[in-house]
């Protein structure tokens, strides 16, 4: 299959596309494609997601590694991203959220954890130096990403280029909102975010995209069947080809026409 990319650019190989029955389904097949990295590239580094959609997927690696099916002791983790000026421990924090439900229960060495630079004195010196800690890492084995509601990818929010790094980036106001939901008692989330670029998980050897739920049919549509566009950043991930895998179950792929 060949389709015209960005700025006309022809894509030769269209991704995996996998509809799953449930979301269960889709956590234990998100985990095997993680595992399976993780068996290949024992002290490769990954990037994974936050949010409600991957919750499944980390408590099915962390039944895993408790009975000895896993051992993630050699791997990096590179996060995806935080707000800005939120530190690890802070109520507010992606980072925090990720180290409560995956990292340290996992047992994955803090040394073994890159974290978004959200408080560094120079936020925009500290992303490139991010970038040189992958590439020093030998860049990314996978890349784990779900999808926004107006089809952003961590935190490359609409109008994000396909070449972007991580960057500081200034968020909507839905996916304020959005991200508001998950914390009780009215959280205030900041009106920007540190973001790994879209350029930098494209470069990835393997890309992983979950979506579930009903409310996101439309843009799973908008991403895989519309053009590719910076207005929907979900879509520029197609560029990669069959390096991409997208994993949706029955609600979120509702939308597409077989």
């Known amino acids: 299959m060949t389709s015209v990319g960005f700025s006309g650019q022809e894509v030769d190989a269209a991704p995996v596309v996998t509809v799953v029955g449930s979301y269960d389904v889709l956590s234990r097949r998100a985990a ?15 990037t994974v997601p936050t949010g409600s959609t991957p919750l499944g997927m980390y408590q099915e690696l962390l039944r895993r590694i408790e009975a000895g099916r896993l051992d993630v002791s050699g791997i990096h983790i590179f996060c995806l991203d935080d707000y800005l000026g939120r530190a690890p421990d802070d109520e507010a924090s ?24 959200t408080t560094a004195p120079d936020p925009d010196v500290a992303a490139r130096q991010y970038e040189e800690e992958i590439r020093a890492a030998g860049g990314l084995e996978l890349a784990v990403v779900g999808l926004g509601p107006n089809g952003h990818v961590a935190f490359n929010e609409p109008g994000s280029r396909p070449d972007s790094r991580t960057r500081v980036v200034k968020l909507t106001e839905e996916s304020r909102e959005q991200n508001a939901a998950y914390y009780e008692g009215g959280v205030q989330i900041p009106e920007h975010a ?18 579930s739920g009903a ?23 197609r560029l990669a080809g069959e390096r991409l895998e997208v994993l949706l179950d029955a609600e979120a792929a509702s939308a597409l026409h077989r």
């Open 32 to 46: 095997d494609v993680v595992a399976d990295v993780i068996a290949r590239h024992p002290r490769g580094a990954i």
């Open 194 to 211: 540190i973001t790994m670029g879209l350029g930098t998980i494209l470069e990835a050897r393997r890309l992983l995209m979950i979506v």
């Open 94 to 117: 992606l980072t925090g959220w990720l180290r409560e439900a995956f990292l340290v229960p996992a047992g994955i060495p803090e040394a073994h954890v890159h974290y978004i630079p």
């Open 215 to 237: 409310s996101k049919a439309d843009i799973v549509r908008r991403a895989l069947a519309g053009p590719v566009t910076p207005e929907v950043p979900g879509s520029l991930l």
